[in-house]
Nanobody, 120 residues
Framework: QVQLVESGGGLVQPGGSLRLSCAAS????????MSWYRQAPGKERELVAQIGAAGGSANYADSVKGRFTISSDNAKKTVFLQMNSLKAEDTAVYYC?????????????WGQGTQVTVSS
Protein backbone atom coordinates (compact mmCIF):
# COMPACT_ATOMS: atom_id res chain seq x y z
CA GLN A 1 0.00 0.00 0.00
CA VAL A 2 1.48 3.30 -1.13
CA GLN A 3 1.53 6.05 1.46
CA LEU A 4 2.92 9.57 1.56
CA VAL A 5 2.39 11.09 4.98
CA GLU A 6 3.17 14.78 5.46
CA SER A 7 3.84 16.43 8.79
CA GLY A 8 5.28 19.65 10.17
CA GLY A 9 2.70 22.16 9.05
CA GLY A 10 1.19 24.73 11.35
CA LEU A 11 0.80 28.41 12.16
CA VAL A 12 3.91 30.60 11.98
CA GLN A 13 4.52 34.34 12.01
CA PRO A 14 5.89 36.15 8.95
CA GLY A 15 9.64 35.74 8.81
CA GLY A 16 9.50 32.45 10.66
CA SER A 17 10.48 28.94 9.62
CA LEU A 18 8.90 25.53 9.29
CA ARG A 19 10.21 22.16 8.22
CA LEU A 20 7.85 19.82 6.43
CA SER A 21 8.46 16.09 6.28
CA CYS A 22 6.98 13.44 4.01
CA ALA A 23 7.40 9.80 4.98
CA ALA A 24 7.02 7.39 2.07
CA SER A 25 6.16 3.70 2.07
CA UNK A 26 4.90 1.05 -0.32
CA UNK A 27 7.14 1.90 -3.28
CA UNK A 28 10.82 2.10 -4.18
CA UNK A 29 11.52 5.57 -2.84
CA UNK A 30 14.97 5.92 -4.40
CA UNK A 31 13.53 5.43 -7.90
CA UNK A 32 11.10 8.33 -7.70
CA UNK A 33 11.54 12.05 -8.17
CA MET A 34 10.00 13.79 -5.17
CA SER A 35 8.26 17.13 -5.11
CA TRP A 36 6.34 19.53 -2.92
CA TYR A 37 3.29 21.28 -4.32
CA ARG A 38 1.01 23.78 -2.66
CA GLN A 39 -2.51 25.02 -3.14
CA ALA A 40 -3.87 28.23 -1.70
CA PRO A 41 -7.62 28.89 -1.40
CA GLY A 42 -9.08 29.75 -4.80
CA LYS A 43 -5.84 29.02 -6.62
CA GLU A 44 -4.48 26.15 -8.66
CA ARG A 45 -2.02 23.69 -7.22
CA GLU A 46 1.53 24.78 -8.01
CA LEU A 47 4.93 23.13 -7.93
CA VAL A 48 7.12 24.50 -5.15
CA ALA A 49 10.24 22.35 -5.27
CA GLN A 50 11.40 19.06 -6.71
CA ILE A 51 14.39 16.80 -6.25
CA GLY A 52 15.60 14.04 -8.53
CA ALA A 53 15.49 10.35 -7.70
CA ALA A 54 18.01 9.28 -5.04
CA GLY A 55 18.63 12.89 -4.06
CA GLY A 56 19.46 14.27 -7.48
CA SER A 57 19.35 17.88 -8.57
CA ALA A 58 16.79 20.24 -7.06
CA ASN A 59 14.62 22.89 -8.68
CA TYR A 60 12.46 25.59 -7.16
CA ALA A 61 9.64 27.90 -8.09
CA ASP A 62 10.88 31.47 -8.49
CA SER A 63 8.68 32.57 -5.60
CA VAL A 64 10.56 30.40 -3.08
CA LYS A 65 14.14 30.43 -4.42
CA GLY A 66 16.61 31.34 -1.71
CA ARG A 67 14.05 30.70 1.04
CA PHE A 68 13.04 27.04 0.69
CA THR A 69 15.28 23.98 0.50
CA ILE A 70 14.19 20.47 -0.53
CA SER A 71 16.18 17.44 0.57
CA SER A 72 15.69 13.70 0.89
CA ASP A 73 16.93 10.85 3.02
CA ASN A 74 16.78 7.58 1.10
CA ALA A 75 17.55 5.49 4.18
CA LYS A 76 14.53 6.97 5.97
CA LYS A 77 12.43 7.22 2.77
CA THR A 78 11.61 10.77 3.69
CA VAL A 79 11.65 14.07 1.82
CA PHE A 80 11.87 17.40 3.58
CA LEU A 81 11.04 21.00 2.80
CA GLN A 82 12.83 23.59 4.92
CA MET A 83 10.95 26.86 4.66
CA ASN A 84 12.60 30.05 5.92
CA SER A 85 11.61 33.71 5.79
CA LEU A 86 8.00 32.72 5.40
CA LYS A 87 5.54 35.19 3.96
CA ALA A 88 1.76 35.48 4.13
CA GLU A 89 1.58 34.41 0.49
CA ASP A 90 3.17 31.08 1.42
CA THR A 91 -0.06 30.15 3.19
CA ALA A 92 -1.43 27.02 1.54
CA VAL A 93 -1.94 23.30 1.86
CA TYR A 94 1.37 21.65 1.01
CA TYR A 95 1.34 18.28 -0.73
CA CYS A 96 4.06 15.69 -1.11
CA UNK A 97 4.30 14.09 -4.56
CA UNK A 98 6.23 11.16 -6.02
CA UNK A 99 6.74 10.63 -9.75
CA UNK A 100 8.35 8.02 -11.96
CA UNK A 101 8.14 7.13 -15.63
CA UNK A 102 7.49 3.41 -16.05
CA UNK A 103 7.31 1.89 -19.55
CA UNK A 104 6.24 5.18 -21.07
CA UNK A 105 3.59 5.88 -18.44
CA UNK A 106 3.81 8.31 -15.55
CA UNK A 107 3.23 6.87 -12.09
CA UNK A 108 2.29 9.54 -9.55
CA UNK A 109 1.42 9.43 -5.87
CA TRP A 110 0.10 12.21 -3.64
CA GLY A 111 0.02 12.77 0.08
CA GLN A 112 -3.02 14.07 1.91
CA GLY A 113 -1.53 17.52 2.50
CA THR A 114 -0.52 19.60 5.48
CA GLN A 115 -1.71 23.13 6.20
CA VAL A 116 0.81 25.96 6.48
CA THR A 117 -0.53 29.29 7.69
CA VAL A 118 1.70 32.36 7.85
CA SER A 119 0.05 35.08 9.87
CA SER A 120 0.75 37.51 12.69
Amino acid sequence: QVQLVESGGGLVQPGGSLRLSCAASGFTFSSYAMSWYRQAPGKERELVAQIGAAGGSANYADSVKGRFTISSDNAKKTVFLQMNSLKAEDTAVYYCHARRAVLGSLVRYWGQGTQVTVSS
